[in-house]
């Protein structure tokens, strides 16, 4: 599904964050969204799924979503795997999402609280979550937020080989860390 955006404004006070700003996803496209801090990235990426309403402008209704926030936001004392199990599985589906974050983090981590890990384990559950979510478009606000760069490079190859070929918008302040990986850059 293409993500058509127009004339999208918003403003906090006085303080205007966008005004008629358009934007264009075009279905299974590679995106990442590059701003000086406070310009608007983490609105846009709320706006889009509905967290936040915009002042005016049109933004495409029934998109399916998956996000990594800023924050992680786990679900406390559940371990690793719940995580996944939360957005789309059940029970049986255990062993699937083991294999699956196994690509992100060490074997020994899988069936942890949540709680016990580290930062950047946290940030990699969160990424895997979002993977593993039904969605057509997945939006990562800053995903690489306290990964140093091998793991950053390790993550986001991780990223690429499970999108599925859904769009992706990511947005950043390391984009010189990821300038080996095919997104067409935009600018807000």
Not at 8 to 30: M, P, T, V, Y
Not at 64 to 80: C, I, K, M
Request: proline letters at 4%.
């Amino acid at each position: 599904m293409e993500i058509i955006v127009r004339k999208l404004s918003h403003s906090f006070g006085e303080k205007q964050i966008f005004e008629n700003f358009e934007l264009r996803l075009r279905e299974g496209g590679i995106y990442g969204l590059t701003a000086p801090s406070g310009r608007g990235k983490t609105t846009l990426l709320r706006i889009l799924m509905g967290l936040q309403k915009p002042d005016s402008g049109t933004i495409p209704q029934g998109v399916r979503y998956s996000a990594v926030f800023q924050t992680d936001h786990l679900l406390p004392g559940r371990t690793t795997v719940d995580q996944l199990l939360f957005v789309r599985g059940s029970r049986r589906d255990r062993d699937a999402a083991a294999r699956f974050l196994s690509g992100l983090l060490p074997e020994d981590s899988l069936y942890q609280s949540v709680g016990e890990l580290s930062g950047g384990m946290q940030r990699r559950v969160a990424i895997a979550r979002a993977l593993w979510a039904d969605s057509e478009c997945l939006l990562m606000d800053e995903p690489f937020t306290g990964l140093d760069e091998e793991t950053l490079r390790l993550t986001a190859d991780f990223i690429f080989a499970h999108r599925q070929g859904r769009t992706l918008l990511l947005s950043t302040h390391q984009k010189e860390l990821l300038s080996g990986y095919p997104f067409a850059w935009l600018t807000l």
